[in-house]
Nanobody, 115 residues
């Protein structure tokens, strides 16, 4: 079992920045993929960014150039630095870990961007 604890959401004005963190504990093995998804009201959950333990990032087109995903493997923690935030980035952001064919989700953290 894997537990995920997220932090860092909040309210920010358009153009501002936020940094999300997600710490994983439990049966985390060295080979895994950690990332972030988001779900806006009345929309489906979508991938924002993820990164394998080998360090290759993958971004949604809508956030390329503005968001940066990184991870600290020693701490089993993944980060999402969000810059130049837009109102359309408003959503609940969920941490996601995929390991050994299993998928785990965090509880979600609200990000709200005002215009």
């Amino acid at each position: 079992q894997v537990q995920l604890v997220e932090s860092g959401g909040g309210l920010v004005q358009a153009g501002g920045s936020l940094r999300l963190s997600c710490a994983a504990s439990g049966r985390i093995f060295s080979s895994n993929t950690m990332g972030w998804y988001r779900q806006a009201p009345r929309k489906q959950r979508e991938l924002v960014a993820d990164m394998s333990s080998g360090g290759r990032p993958n971004y949604a087109d809508s956030v390329k150039g503005r968001f940066t995903i990184s991870r600290d493997n020693a701490k089993n923690t993944v980060y999402l630095q969000m810059n130049s935030l837009k109102p359309e980035d408003t959503a609940v952001y969920y941490c996601n870990v995929r390991v050994l064919g299993n998928v785990y989700w965090g509880q979600g953290t609200q990000v709200s961007v005002s215009s």
